[in-house]
């Protein structure tokens, strides 16, 4: 058995901005290191449900933020980004048995966190089919055009909450929740020990969880803070200016909608 894990660090225990997720920062590597020990607490559940394998796919800034040295046996670990249109989730279509999503946080636009936005910090929202788009909306997403079931989400409070609507039978650990530009955390090894247990009970009844359920078209709308980029982004095949700040992209397929989200932003 084989499983997927894509890791952020925006939604991981402690973090409240984004200078605390920034390589540049000094404060980072603490951040860093929290990341790391939730992927390795997600790897051992993993493990413990009967994985022969787990991927992980570094999913945050330059896909340089997870310490090697840290993983259990049996982890591949998938660092920076080649351009493929399943960005967070690239490596996803290597076929697997469960992806999980680890340290992942609310959609741009969100009040869910301080840091809440979707791929990139330059447009307000992006809506799919109407609905507001977090980052695991459009991942697990992928996951399923490949058939890999979505078992574990962790992440702020808004975001589990929402997403156990989008997947039925997801399992979820919430690691805190916002109040403006604060946060209420949980400590990182309670969040370990929780992950830990709902990582592997989410594996082993990988089965009951249900893929989230693709749609026959979709309607992509980006709102961007600038409408330059707008403009630019409207040149895109399909896509067209809707106002001077956000464009609009129909296709009736998933994998387009993730294609022109990896070329536009």
Do not use: W
Not at 106 to 117: E, K, Q, V
Request: aromatic share 8%.
């Amino acid at each position: 058995m084989r499983v997927f894990i894509s890791a952020d660090i925006e939604g991981v225990a402690g973090t409240m901005s984004h200078l605390e997720c920034r390589s540049t920062e000094s404060v980072y590597r603490k951040y860093a290191d929290i990341m790391t020990r939730e992927v390795v607490a997600a790897c051992e559940g993993a493990f413990a449900a009967g994985a022969e394998e787990v991927v992980v796919k570094d999913a945050h800034g330059g896909a340089n933020n997870i310490d090697v040295e840290m993983l259990p046996r049996h982890v591949r670990l998938i660092r920076g980004f080649s351009g493929h249109p399943y960005g967070m989730a690239e490596g996803v279509e290597g076929g697997f048995d469960a992806a999980m999503f680890v340290g992942y946080h609310s959609a741009a636009g969100s009040d869910g966190n301080p840091m809440s936005h979707t791929v990139r910090g330059s447009m307000n929202y992006i809506l799919l089919n109407g609905r507001p788009a977090s980052e695991f909306m459009l991942y697990s997403g992928a996951a399923a055009l490949e058939g890999v079931p979505s078992v574990l989400l962790s992440g702020d409070k808004a975001l589990c909450d929402e997403s156990e609507k989008l997947v039925p039978g997801l399992v979820t650990v919430y690691t805190k929740e916002a109040r403006g530009v604060t946060v209420i955390t949980k400590t990182p090894a309670e969040v370990r020990d929780e992950l830990r247990e709902a990582a592997e009970r989410a594996v082993k009844n990988r089965a009951a969880i249900a893929l989230p359920q693709l749609a026959e078209s979709y309607e992509a709308e980006i709102n961007f803070k600038d409408h330059t980029q707008a403009y630019r982004a409207s040149f895109f095949p399909g896509a067209e200016l809707k106002d001077a700040k956000t464009i609009v992209y129909h296709s009736d397929k998933l994998f387009d909608v993730l294609r022109m989200i990896r070329f536009v932003l």
